[in-house]
């Protein structure tokens, strides 16, 4: 089993930036690919980031894309969200989620930390 657990949520204004991260317990995060998800108020969770299991892919949702880094350190069995230029309508609360390198659908999920963005 792995345990995540989300930090660095918070309020920001418009055009700021946040720093998520998702700290995992229970086994090595070295085979798993590690995504972040989002879910607005009354909107379909949906899917923001992923980080392949050795580092070398990434890929990013559309509205994210330029704007968002993903990154890892198995070593610290973490991964980060970095958040630039933020936008009214990334308010949601993001989870970190992750899936065996063989899998495809994410077995393992964070509780979410909230992240709004003023205007």
């Known amino acids: 089993q792995v345990q995540l657990v989300e930090t660095g949520g918070g309020l920001v204004q418009a055009g700021g930036s946040l720093r998520l991260s998702c700290a995992a317990s229970g086994r090595t995060l070295s085979r798993y690919t590690m995504a972040w998800f989002r879910q607005a108020p009354g909107k379909e969770r949906e899917f923001v980031s992923a980080i392949s299991w050795s580092g070398g892919g990434t890929s990013y949702a559309d509205s994210v894309k330029g704007r968002f880094a993903i990154s890892r350190d198995d070593a610290k069995n973490t991964v980060w969200l970095q958040m630039n230029s933020l936008k009214p309508e990334d308010t949601a609360v993001y989870y970190c989620?992750?899936?065996?390198?063989?899998?495809?659908?994410?077995?393992?999920w964070g509780q979410g930390t909230q992240v709004t963005v003023s205007s």
């Open positions: 989620a992750g899936r065996d390198r063989f899998r495809a659908d994410y077995e393992y």
